[in-house]
């Protein structure tokens, strides 16, 4: 054994060395000057300031906003930092409810949005994401159905053409990847961006 | 289900098949020490650490050698590795401020990227700095896949020579599986990720004022380049909590594909390398087409599970599948085939929380892993582990027909078999001992989230993935304690290293044999009858020993699914 010791010892620092530091080094460089902008994190900024990433959901709760899915995010309780509290999109601790398809605490939370839902916009069916929560509780998207069933809610608050609002999002609509991968998708941040500027007009 | 959904999963298919040939050609030629079209540069870096190591490249090993070799490797890595998580409060590039990894979960999570399980009991943004990333992660995320492929090319070596004791030096094909396998693809693929979207920076985390004028804190960090490694590797340790569905850790449904084809290229390509070395391209294909079967038989079942949602979302009027803890981005059939192709192999990254598929889509990912991950399977790991059940078809073959069992030419005899059961026993030891433990003594029933039969899964799922060096988890789960933390490292340690050296044993003790030329009464070990006889062995011992803990789990989970009835928690 004690011969395998100086090749598993110069191995193991020369392959910390490569993989470890010059690895991520150089792709951090080379990274960054090739897309800087994707590097960082692809955020939005508006007036100077950082409003978010593109690539991240918001918690939009105002009725005057489209609002992305539910989230399972939490974060330390302030009160008491061995416990937790839900904060939704919390993009510094993405999580799933981890909830599985007997749990009494799914039915009794989707059965809550789902009333809310209704209420809003009554008659039509509510699509499936807009009370399931995501994977990472960080979903940037939302599917183009439930895009659309949020436009009567958001055109009240605005006053604003129903109509106009349909365009809008349908300008909005990503479709899949080659037409192929994937799922056609609405990002939320975007919309509610082109939203505002369209209120700015 | 709908067309394009099984469009996608053709095309996976059909993309991965299309790769096998020609990068199998590459790694036989690298693993054979033959000139390649990086030896130009990547040559006189392989010589100069062989100086400095001291290691002659000529000079082979036995199997004890080069069992001896990785050990020793690995817990040095191990070392390593813990010091650096234990220490990462006092070392630089950590942005975040993170304070030292705890005892308890440094050792787990050391284990866990060791043996290329890559388990989160850490919750990446929350626990880890970027040095911890860079440095530890990523570095064990090169070697312990390079380990894996080393020893499963020992073993091919093993079919393939006759009277010799040595299998090649562990140094070398460890060595080289890293710098000309690994690096290459992953620079390229970290560049391909960086483009949809993935950061790949050293910055800290961002604070970002949103549009209702809350404050969002956006973790960043050197992700690309880990994630690059952590699916070609089939490692699966996530940078973020939420792996591979989180948006900067798989931002596109493209970026989304390519890390599905990443973590099947080198386990597929492996049985042509297996082939070629073998001098009989057929036996590696026959081998691919049994893990093949198997692979779109799962596929099938868990999309077909998903898109309909039995259990909450149905009973309360819900179409469209079960989106719950999946992206939009990816919808249901990508969600099920990544769901499948992570537990096939033994990668464990996720792009959907596991926990909340339904229970017929969560019980294919369980079965995958409990059938030891041989269906493509982990680098290296994928391959031998399908090679001992090969030996086990063929000593059942040889009972059936009444001769010595003979594989490639070579007589399959006392020590092979013993050696294999050894490898394949180990596993259900782990996964059930585990479990039954954990579902008697109060540290392991505080652990799960769910109540009823889903808690059970969550348990079972938590030790089978530990055991099998898969990673992903049914989430809800609290592992990050004392009881798991420990339980599970000593399931990972004993489903790396007790399948590896009886592996190796196999692989010296078939180098030592004779060939003995095909006769007539030789079983053809290339056609329809051997893959069959193949998928049979692995689908019956994998039945016979997890049945009865899939019945308690997800098997009466579907039944009260489809009944309508729910479970709270007691709390």
């Known amino acids: ?63 005057n906003y489209f609002h992305g899915r539910p989230s399972a995010t939490t974060a330390a309780d302030p009160a008491d930092a061995t416990k937790t509290v839900p904060a939704p999109y919390n993009a510094a601790n993405s999580s799933g409810s981890n909830l599985g398809p007997t749990s009494a605490a799914l039915a009794e939370r989707v059965k809550g949005d789902l009333d809310t839902l209704k209420a809003e916009n009554p008659g039509q069916p509510v699509p499936v994401d807009l009370v399931t929560t995501s994977g990472s509780g960080l979903d940037p998207d939302i599917s183009p159905d439930a895009a659309l069933f949020q436009v009567p809610r958001v055109a009240k608050a605005r006053n604003v053409p129903e109509d106009k609002l349909r365009d809008l999002v349908a300008g909005q609509i990503q479709g899949r990847t080659l037409g192929l991968l994937g799922e056609p998708r609405v990002n939320v941040l975007a919309l509610n961006l082109a939203l505002d500027d369209l209120a700015k007009r | 289900m709908t067309t394009n959904g099984w469009i996608q999963i053709a095309l996976y298919c059909a993309v991965v098949l299309a790769l096998v040939k ?258 009989d391209e057929r036996q590696g294909w026959a081998i691919l087409a049994a893990m093949g079967l198997l692979f779109v038989a799962g596929v099938a079942v868990t999309y077909w599970a998903e898109a309909n949602a039995t259990g909450v979302l149905s009973q309360l009027g819900l179409t469209g599948g079960n989106m719950e803890g999946k992206e939009t981005r990816f919808g249901i059939a990508a969600s099920a085939l990544f769901a499948v192709i992570t537990t096939a192999a033994s990668c464990g990254a996720v792009n959907a929380m596991h926990d909340s598929f339904t229970a017929l889509g969560g019980l294919i990912p369980l079965i995958n892993m409990q059938l030891g991950e041989v269906i493509i399977g982990g680098v290296g790991a994928g391959l031998y582990g399908m090679l001992i059940f090969v030996i086990v078809a063929i000593f059942v073959a040889g009972l059936m027909v009444g001769r010595t069992p003979e594989y490639l030419g070579k007589k399959i005899e006392a020590k092979e078999v013993k050696m294999a059961m050894l490898g394949i026993l180990c596993l259900p030891l782990m996964m059930l001992g585990f479990t039954a433990l954990a579902t008697v003594v109060s540290a392991g029933l505080a652990g799960p989230a769910n109540a009823g039969p889903h808690g059970f899964s969550e348990i079972l799922y938590a030790y089978t993935s530990a055991a099998a060096n898969n990673g992903s988890a049914f989430g809800g789960l609290t592992a990050n304690t004392l009881f798991y933390n420990s339980t599970l490292a000593i399931g990972m340690l004993v489903g790396r290293f007790f399948v590896k050296i009886p592996v190796l044993a196999i692989a010296g003790s078939l180098a030592a044999k004779k060939t003995v030329p095909a006769s007539a009464g030789t079983f053809p070990t290339h056609g329809g009858l051997f893959i069959g006889l193949l998928v049979g062995v692995v689908l019956i011992m994998g039945g016979l020993t997890f049945f009865p803990s899939l019945a308690l789990g997800p098997i009466v989970e579907h039944f009260a699914a489809v009944a309508g009835q729910t479970f709270a928690t007691g709390g």
């Open chain 1, 1 to 63: 054994m004690l011969n395998q010791l100086r090749p598993a010892l110069v191995l193991l620092v020369a392959m910390t060395a490569v993989t470890g530091l010059a690895y991520p080094l150089a792709m951090t460089g080379i990274a960054g000057a090739i897309f800087p902008a994707k590097a960082a994190g692809s955020l939005i900024e508006r007036d100077g300031k950082v409003v978010g990433s593109s690539l991240i959901g918001q918690n939009f709760t105002g009725a």
């Open chain 2, 22 to 279: 020609p990068l199998g050609a590459y790694m036989t030629r690298v693993f054979n020490g033959e000139r390649t079209f990086l030896s130009p540069v990547l040559a006189p870096i392989e010589r100069g650490l062989y100086r400095v190591a001291g290691i002659d490249a000529r000079q082979e090993q036995t199997w004890l050698g080069y069992a001896g070799g990785m050990i020793v490797f690995n817990l040095l890595g191990f070392v390593l590795l813990y010091a650096i998580l234990r220490l990462q409060a006092v070392l630089p590039y950590n942005p975040a401020e993170q304070s030292a990894v705890a005892p308890d979960l440094a050792f787990n999570t050391s284990t866990s990227f060791v043996t290329n399980t890559n388990w989160q009991s850490y919750g990446g943004e929350t626990t880890l700095s970027y040095l911890s990333q860079m440095l530890g992660l990523t570095h064990q995320n090169f070697v312990s896949a390079a380990s894996g492929i080393a020893v499963a090319v020992a073993l091919i070596r093993g079919f393939a020579r006759a009277s010799t004791k040595t299998l090649g030096s562990f140094w070398v094909d460890m060595t080289r599986a890293t710098l000309y396998v690994l690096l290459p693809i992953c620079i390229v693929f970290t560049l391909f990720l960086v483009s949809q979207g993935m950061p790949q920076t050293l910055g800290g985390y961002v604070d970002a004022t949103t549009l209702e004028g809350a404050k969002q804190t956006i973790a960043v960090g050197p992700v690309a380049s880990q994630v690059a490694i952590k699916m070609l590797g089939t490692n699966g340790g996530g940078f973020f909590n939420a792996n591979a569905a989180h948006p900067f850790e798989n931002p596109t449904a493209l970026s989304n594909y390519l890390q599905m084809i990443s973590i099947f290229v080198i386990g597929a390509a492996l049985t042509n390398v297996f082939g070629r070395m073998v001098g």
